[in-house]
């Protein structure tokens, strides 16, 4: 056998498998004084050649050939590609070799049936092997699996199956068997137990094994001597195994060597203890059986477990899956083993609301470890300081140009004006007895009336005559306004609990209720608010995510019904959730509106006269923009536990 640490890359040098076979029996039967011929037991390395291929060679032949039952491939962790070569028999004698992109294997004796004489297309597994060709080649089998990609070719045999895997060196991860990480000389050593398809990161140093037929237990010697680590294997550790392994870390090595044989490997300081995984198993079970053994048989402790910061009543639901609760306290504990949570078969949880406190009954090692976790639960929270700012921004423009035009008289029976309302006010006011003074007419200019009434300033003229007065009067307005509304409200909460603020008034307004015959008054009211809802969760990374609802209302009017007038509201709401850096503003919502309108009032033909049309129209201009804007700022309180 030969074991040797890995070296930097050598060329690999073309010797057949046959030629080494033979100087290696020709010296030990020199040696011996026997002939070269006669059977010996020895362990040759299966090397990395391109020479003659081993069913060719005479002194690969073995008495008994045997056939190729089943040719497998499958999917390995990491992305490997695994091939298992079945035989039919003892004594099969493969010879691996690479050959460029391509791993070569040769089993000089044994036959292939015709069956299985046909390539294999298995790019789909996405692994490095690409396709795999079984042919027979002389008196022996030869595999060709072709490959792409950088990997590192493995082979082991175990029973009657020869496996061969290729593992991409980007990632070469091995299904961890025993879940112990091991490390050489002052590397330090990890213990876990992954999962089976978890990929696993190897640190052990590389080592060579190039060997044939030989036993289990040597195999662990030599890895003890190369990683430093006592190995302890047990009575049952038995079996041989072929392997060679190129340039392979050893604690990789260990785990193919266990998994081949179904073994697997505990740690306990400097020591490793090998055993079938069966044996492992029981030897586990039978010391978890033990220990409820000694929990069922303990005595029992009573702990009394005052909360700061917390709630005695949630921690109790949340040390134990079941949780019932009276009128002055409650209890949580009870039922089968599956539902202890964190107390034993025989504990109990019980709290106190009045005082906040936890008592605990049962074993004295329970009872620690919930003193331990209520240590680590019952701490004070961090508070944020959330800080918004609502900006209204409006601003407007309007200008009115125009003219009103008309004329009136009375004479006799005969009225006439600039309207009809005009002529029937001024008959109204003709035979009101109690009138004083001469009748009047209320409003003759009405020929082009201003689009916007309100506060024009005008340039009124009267021409008087005996019987018809002609009124003129030239309207102007240009109006500019320009307004802003902040709002700033400020709140403090803990981590992750709503805080709600608000600042308004109610508005109230009569409404009838009832029949036709006894309607009943009735004061109904709005709110007019400003109003701030945040929930504030602090991260990990010292960052604030904000669940928030604002709202700015305001009164912008009435609206006259026949019993009140009901008012009117602008709403403004945003609800949205935001990751904001501690001490950052954000802009979390806006809303602009632009308003431009253009009026003509004018009298159809006379409006459209030269210069003379001026009289006759009316044009108007008006221009408003509005801006919401809403600002938030969060701020966090750190909270520090006295001790």
Not at 65 to 76: N, T
Not at 411 to 424: E, F, L, Y
Not at 611 to 617: C, E, P, R, S, V
């Amino acid at each position: 056998m030969i074991v040797s640490k890995a070296q930097a890359p050598r060329p690999a040098r073309s010797i057949p498998f046959g030629v080494v076979t033979g100087l290696v029996a020709g010296l030990l039967a020199a040696t011996a004084g026997v002939h070269a011929a006669q059977p010996v037991s020895y362990a040759v390395p299966l090397l990395a050649q391109s020479g003659l291929p081993a069913a060719a060679d005479p002194a690969r032949q073995l008495p008994g050939a045997v056939g190729v039952s089943k040719i497998d491939f499958k999917r390995g962790e990491g992305g490997s590609g695994k091939l298992i070569l079945s035989f039919d028999g003892e004594g099969a004698a493969p010879d691996m070799r690479a050959q460029g992109n391509s791993i070569v294997v040769d089993v000089g004796n044994s036959t292939l049936p015709p069956a299985l004489q046909r390539p294999l297309n298995v790019s789909d597994f996405a692994t490095p092997v690409q396709r795999i060709d079984a042919v027979q080649s002389g008196t022996g089998t030869r595999i060709v699996l072709s490959a792409q990609g950088d990997f590192e070719p493995m082979a082991y045999q175990t029973g009657r199956d020869f496996i061969v895997e290729l593992v991409p060196r980007a990632a070469a991860p091995q299904r961890a068997v025993g879940g112990t990480t091991l490390a050489t000389g002052a590397q330090s050593a990890t213990t876990s137990v992954l999962a089976e398809d978890a990929p696993r990161a190897y640190s052990g140093q590389a080592v060579t094994f190039n060997f044939q037929d030989i036993p289990v237990r040597t195999v662990l010697q030599m890895i003890a001597e190369e990683s430093g680590l006592n190995i302890v294997a047990s009575d049952s550790v038995q079996g041989n195994v072929t392997l060679r392994l190129i340039q392979v870390p050893w604690d990789q090595a260990l785990d193919i060597v266990l998994q081949a044989r179904q073994l697997d490997k505990r740690r306990n300081g400097n020591v490793v203890w090998v055993a079938p995984q069966s044996e492992i198993a029981a030897f586990e079970q039978a010391r978890e059986d033990a220990r409820l053994a000694i929990e069922d048989r303990a005595e029992m402790v009573t702990e009394y477990i005052p909360i700061s910061y917390g709630i005695a009543e949630d921690i109790a639901k949340l040390l134990t899956e079941e949780s019932k609760t009276g009128s002055g306290g409650g209890s949580a504990g009870g039922g089968g083993q599956n539902s202890r949570g964190f107390l034993s078969a025989r504990g109990s949880l019980s709290f106190d609301r009045r005082t906040n406190t936890l008592l605990a009954i049962d074993i004295p090692a329970r009872v620690e470890e919930i003193k331990r976790l209520v240590a680590a639960l019952d701490k004070p929270v961090d508070q944020v300081v959330i800080e918004a700012r609502i900006v209204i921004a409006n601003e407007s423009f309007a200008r009115d140009l125009g003219a009103r035009f008309g004329v009136y008289g009375a004479k006799d029976r005969v009225v006439t004006s600039g309207s009809i309302d005009s002529n029937q006010g001024f008959l109204r006011d003709l035979a009101d007895p109690d009138r004083e003074g001469p009748p009047r007419f209320e409003n003759p200019l009405n020929f082009a009336g201003p689009a916007t009434a309100a506060g024009a300033g005008s340039l009124a003229l009267t021409i008087l005559g005996n019987y018809v007065n002609w009124d003129l009067e030239i309207s102007a307005l240009q109006e500019e306004g320009r307004g802003e509304v902040i709002s700033n409200p400020r709140i403090v909460t803990s981590n992750q609990r709503e805080a709600v603020i608000s600042q308004g008034q109610e508005i109230g307004y009569l409404t009838v209720t009832g029949g036709q015959s006894n309607n009943v008054p009735t004061v109904e009211f709005k709110d007019v608010l400003l109003e701030l809802r945040v929930t504030p969760t602090i991260t990990n990374d010292g960052r604030v995510f904000l669940a928030m609802d604002i709202k700015k209302d305001e009164l912008s009017g009435f609206v006259r019904t026949g019993v009140g007038d009901v008012p009117t509201l602008n709403k403004r709401n945003v609800t949205t959730a935001v990751l904001i850096d501690d001490g950052q503003t954000v802009a979390i919502g806006g809303v602009y509106e632009f308003r431009d309108r253009s009026d003509l009032a004018k009298i159809p033909f006379l409006g459209d006269l030269p210069i003379i049309g001026n009289l006759f129209k009316n044009r108007s201009r008006s221009k408003e923009k509005a801006e919401l804007l809403i600002f938030v700022t969060p701020k966090v309180l750190r909270v520090a536990q006295r001790t």
